[in-house]
């Protein structure tokens, strides 16, 4: 039976050839954008390569101290130092791992054909973080902990770099570099991460410990101020809110321990997890309030569901007044409205399949062509990708079965918003009123 309806549909199609370029024009152009959107926010949110864990990964940024003694006020904010590393959150007791890193340093390497310096992108960091992100290496090993100790200048590079410096991926360590002017060793060759995943993009990952005076706190005044973010990667959920727990429990005895020195040390709302740290810096989520990001999302969908279906239903009750005449001559052999309803259904469905089919076409077509800044169209803080940064988009990215789900339910939705309606109301005309509508 369902065959035939769709025979019935491709004939129909065929001969409303307006009707059908406008109803699949606007499904699709609706569905693209809903695309569009969800692949955005899949990349922020969903498991992505190097980022496998997202969803027990939790983020300390910073913190902040304040002291009011003697009618004077004075503040301090900053990240945190490596006494506060070893202090609080080294031995956290809530957690599978946990690592130190500083983002967003650039630096210049001195290639050894002296074809001119080049800058790179540096994360500086603790061995811990090859196993909190899952880096697939083409070869040797992350940094030991004995040489972040000892402040070894080994290097984890990318197979982007390694080509670049060396002309190959494999068989490179052991061999040295310039990073300005000093001197480091590779020990170990990933596959590169996305600049999409920024929590884990770099080009280069060298021991924190390489870094002259990191471990002096950025004040004088407050020890615990300093250059380091912490991730933490706990077992689950429940670890994750025994984490937070704990860390706040970190915070009252700080602040009981400097109580007579007016010194109040606050950390806002970390530890967060990435759910929320993502939301939080998407527009919307301003103040905190990662909830306020999920309701301008919702919205967002539900425009995109609305508006198209509003006036595709207005296409859809404008044929159905050209079919009345046939309604009417199957309801007089008796056919039933169910069966009526059903069939009509089952053809705009088509109809919105085809649209959904040519919207994902679209959408694919315009983030990869525009990966450089719709990516970015829903965060807060706009921010220039680097020169020369390829922002690469991964298969995973682009064809997550989660996508193309939500998808098909949105096509789904679609068609019954916009058919069920009209289709009913015509249905329900009486048979004599149908079939003198075309006299």
């Not at 997202?54 to 009618?71: A, C, H, Q, V, W």
């Not at 983002?103 to 054909?113: C, E, L, R, T």
């Amino acid at each position: 039976m369902i065959k035939i309806y769709f025979k019935q549909a491709f004939a129909l199609m065929r001969q409303n050839r307006l009707f059908s370029t406008l109803y699949i024009t606007g499904t699709g152009l609706a569905i693209a954008m809903t695309v569009i959107v969800a692949v955005v926010y899949y990349v922020k949110l969903a498991p992505v390569y190097p980022e496998e864990n997202r969803g027990n990964t939790y983020y300390l940024s910073g913190t902040s101290f304040e002291r009011n003694k003697d009618g004077r006020f004075q503040s301090w904010s900053f990240a945190y130092s490596y006494r506060a590393l070893q202090e609080w959150f080294y031995p956290l007791k809530n957690a599978r791992e946990v690592s130190a890193s500083t983002f967003g340093a650039v630096k210049y390497i001195q290639p050894s054909d002296r074809s001119g310096d080049f800058p790179v992108q540096i994360v500086e960091t603790d061995p811990a973080y090859f196993r909190i992100y899952a880096f697939s290496f083409f070869d040797g090993q992350p940094f030991t902990q004995s040489d972040l100790e000892s402040g070894m200048r080994k290097a984890v590079i990318t197979d982007k770099l390694a080509r670049r410096l060396f002309g190959k991926e494999n068989g490179v360590i052991g061999c040295q570099f310039l990073l300005d002017y000093e001197t480091y060793q590779v020990c170990g060759v990933v596959r590169g991460a996305s600049h999409l995943t920024n929590r884990s993009y770099a080009d280069l990952y060298v021991p924190y410990s390489t870094v002259d005076g990191y471990r002096d706190p950025a004040y004088s005044e407050v020890p615990y101020c300093g250059p380091f973010q912490v991730t933490v990667w706990v077992e689950d959920g429940k670890q994750g809110e025994a984490l937070c727990e704990e860390v706040h429990e970190i915070v009252r005895k700080q602040n009981l321990l400097h109580e007579v020195d007016g010194l109040k040390m606050n950390i806002e709302k970390d530890p967060v997890s990435h759910l929320r740290a993502s939301l939080m810096m998407s527009v919307g989520g301003g103040e905190g309030d990662w909830w306020r990001a999920v309701r301008y999302l919702l919205f967002i969908l539900l425009t995109l569901l609305l508006v198209p279906a509003l006036n595709l239903s207005g296409l859809i009750a404008s044929r159905m007044e050209s079919r009345l005449p046939e309604m009417g001559v199957r309801k007089a052999f008796g056919g039933r409205r169910s069966k009526l309803l059903s069939q009509v259904l089952w053809e705009n469905f088509l109809l919105t399949l085809v649209g959904g089919v040519l919207g994902m076409v679209v959408a694919w077509i315009a983030l990869y062509g525009c990966r450089e800044w719709v990516f970015r169209v829903f965060d807060r803080y706009a921010w220039l990708v680097p020169d020369g940064t390829d922002v690469y988009v991964s298969g995973e990215m682009m064809f997550a079965p989660s996508v193309f789900l939500i998808t098909l339910l949105f096509c789904l939705i679609l068609n019954i918003l916009s058919a069920l309606i009209p289709v009913w109301l015509s249905l329900r005309n009486p048979i004599v009123y149908s079939l003198y509508e075309k006299r």
